[in-house]
C-alpha cells in the first residue's frame, strides 16, 4: 500500500491543496494526518472540509486542534498562536468543530504496519527536535517504525545496533529504505507552515510494498495565503512567516 503521511496543515488551504495534487501522481490509497489541522492559516473551514471527504484516513489531533475544538484553553501558547487558535475556534462551522474535537489522539496504530502521534508517543505536546528527546521517544515506545509531525521540520531518526542517528531532510526529493533490524522516527514535515526556512510544503510516501519512505517538497500559492491571513486581521506574523519557512 502507498500511504500519504502529512503533518501541521494549519489551516493553509493553498499548501494543502498543492499537497493533494502532487500526491495523486502516487495513487495513494491510504491518507494519514498527524495533527494540527487547523490554527495559525486562515481557512480552516475549507481545509477541514477537505478532510473530512478524504477516504480512507486516519488522522489525530494535534495541540492546536485541541484548542480549536474547545478541549483546551490553550494558556501554554504563546501570545500570537493562542489568539490565532481561538480565532479559529470561532470561525469553525459547528460541524468542522465537532469532525476536530472527535479526532483520535496519538498514539494509533495503522495497520498493524506503523503507529502515529503527534509530538511523541507519550506527550502530544512533546517536542522532539534533539537527541536525548529522540532516544526518550525509542525508550518509551516499542514501536519499529512510528511518524510523528509538531515540529514542522522533516527528520529521520533512526536506532539500530545500540546507535541513534538523526538526518534533515534536504530541499529535493529523498528516499530512504527501512532495514528491519532498525527502528525508526520520521517527521514528514509540514504541509502549512514549514519551520526549516524552506518555504515549500513537505509531505512523505510511504511504500509498505517496496519498505521505502519517499520526502518531497512542493511550491505553492504563498501570496494568497498572506493575503486571507492579513484580511482576517490574523497577526502580520503569520503571513510573513510563511515566505521564509521559519
Known sequence: MKYLIISDIHGNLEALQSVLLRAKSFRVDKYIILGDLVGYGASPNEVTDIVRKMTPIVAIRGNHDKVAAGLSNGLDFNYVAREAALWTRRELFPENRDYIRQLLQGPVEVDGLFEIVHGSPWDEDYYIFHHL??????????????????????????????????????????????????????????????????????????????????????????????????????????????????
Do not use: C
Open 133 to 246: 528527546q529522540a532516544l526518550a521517544a525509542f525508550r518509551r515506545s516499542d514501536g519499529w517504525l512510528t511518524f510523528f509531525g509538531h515540529t514542522h521540520i522533516p527528520a529521520i531518526w533512526t536506532f539500530g545496533n545500540n546507535e541513534l542517528r538523526g538526518e534533515a531532510i534536504p530541499d529535493e526529493n529523498y528516499e530512504l529504505s527501512l532495514e528491519k533490524d532498525k527502528r525508526y522516527l520520521i517527521n514528514p514535515g509540514a504541509v502549512g507552515q514549514p519551520r526549516d526556512y524552506i518555504p515549500k510544503s513537505s509531505l512523505a510516501i510511504f511504500d509498505s510494498d517496496e519498505m521505502k519512505i519517499r520526502f518531497f517538497r512542493v511550491n505553492y500559492d504563498i501570496k494568497s495565503a498572506q493575503t486571507k491571513i492579513l484580511k482576517a486581521g490574523l497577526d502580520e506574523f503569520l503571513a510573513e512567516r510563511l515566505a521564509i519557512g521559519s
